[in-house]
Structure formats: C-alpha cells, structure tokens
C-alpha cells in the first residue's frame, strides 16, 4: 500500500485492518462475508506519515522500517550522462540473489515459529513511541541531538557570534543518519527543514585553507554551533563519514 506524505486523523479503518476482530470483504462478483485478515499491510511512503492523537496502541501496530540506501547514477558509456542503471532490476533478482534473499528470510521465519511471536529491539512503548518520532521528524530530533542549546548559545555569544557552516551541518547529519538508520536525505531538503525551524543563514567570509592565508565565502547558520563531540567526529577524531 502507498500514501502520499501527510498525516493520519483517523486510524480507525487501520486499526480494524490490523486488530484480531473479523472484517467485512467482498470479492468482485462474489457475495462478501466476514473474515479474519491476517495479512500484514506494507504501507510505503516518501516521509513517515504523522499520526494525530497517537495512542500507545497505534505505537504496538506500527513497526517503522527505514530503508537507507539507495541505488548510485551510472554514467552512460557513450554520452557520459548519468542516469539509473537500466538493468538494474535485473541485476539484483538474479538466481543468486533471490537465493540470497529467500535463505536470509527463512532464518526469520524459523525463529518467529520457534518463538511465537516477532522479536523486535523496540520492545517498549516508551521505546517506540521515540523511533516513531524520530522517523517522522529526524530534523528536530537531529537538532536535539546536535547543536548547542539556545540557552548556552546567548552564553557564548557574548564573546564572539555563533555560527557554523552548513556544509558542516549536512555532513553531521549524515552521522545522525546513519547512526539511525535513516533514509538519504539531500542537502536542499534538509536545509529546507531546518529553515522550516527556524535556522537562518547568511555568507560569512572565512579562512579557504588551514594556512588562513586565502578567504572564502562560506554559506553559514548564524547564532548556531554544533556541540562538541559533533564536531570532533566531524574532525575524524572518533570516525570519519566513509
């Protein structure tokens, strides 16, 4: 099932879907009658849906499954222009593949049979009621997690003004994305949202090159500064964004 972004007013009809009480269906031509569903419904969507008035039962239904990766442009041997593999399905549903795929899913299967029931690490309200919220505002989570509070930032910026360049802000969040499991997300779209925030930039000339011998102009946020283990990570001084 595919939705559109945007939000859900109403999960009565999915909690009918999803709950253990018999359902009307009706095939075409075919006189209906109640039935148990015991199907479990995909729901695919751009961004992750926001739900009005969540409930602690609408947290239990609801398992969010990001998925992070996405398939590279390849350049076309003859034009150089990059587009989708166009044999890309084909690729990846090869013999092998699917063999793969089937062999992963059968350890799955086995152990839900052998434990009678899906082992999931969120296994508390609290817990995934907070992996909902982060999948459906990651923004405001990674700010959370990333930047200065605004309280401390007054603070500093007593003595000097407080920014930092947006470069270094995407590049952060692909740390918090990645620690999350997150889907890509592309720099417009993320300063889009952070504006959305409130965050507001401006070009600042700065040093070019650790030498400070050449300036450049550097697109930055201004009284915002990423907290200190951000910026260490971003130094390369725990890891670095390979």
């Not at 926001?50 to 003859?78: G, S």
């Not at 086995?110 to 609290?126: E, P, S």
């Not at 909902?132 to 990674?142: H, I, Y």
């Not at 947006?166 to 997150?182: G, M, S």
């Amino acid at each position: 099932m595919a939705l559109s972004d945007g939000v859900i007013s109403d999960t009565a009809i999915l909690k009918k879907l999803t709950g253990r009480q018999a359902s009307y269906v009706e095939d075409k031509n075919v006189k209906g009658g109640n039935a148990n569903i015991h199907a479990k419904l995909w729901i695919s969507a751009n961004k992750m849906l926001q739900i009005l008035n969540a409930t602690d039962a609408d947290y239990r239904r609801f398992i969010p499954v990001a998925l992070p990766n996405q398939f590279d442009e390849i350049a076309d041997p003859k034009t150089g222009v990059l587009q989708l593999d166009p044999d890309l399905q084909d690729n990846i549903t090869t013999d092998e593949e699917l063999a793969g795929i089937f062999n992963v899913m059968m350890i799955a299967i086995r152990r839900v049979l052998k434990n009678k029931k899906i082992f999931l690490h969120d296994n508390t309200i609290k817990k995934r009621r907070e992996k909902f919220e982060l999948s459906t505002n990651p923004v405001k989570a990674f700010i959370e997690a990333a930047f200065v509070p605004a309280e401390e930032i007054e603070e500093l910026e007593s003595e000097n003004e407080q920014y930092v360049k947006k470069e270094t802000v995407f590049d952060a969040y692909q740390l918090f994305r990645r620690d999350n499991k997150l889907a890509i997300t592309s720099p417009d779209s993320l300063y889009k949202a952070l504006k959305a925030e409130g965050f507001k930039d401006k070009k600042i000339t700065l040093p070019a090159n650790e030498d400070n011998n050449k300036t450049k102009r550097y697109h930055c946020y201004v009284h915002k500064t990423l907290k200190k283990e951000w910026l260490d990570r971003l130094l390369g001084k725990q890891e670095t964004l390979a």
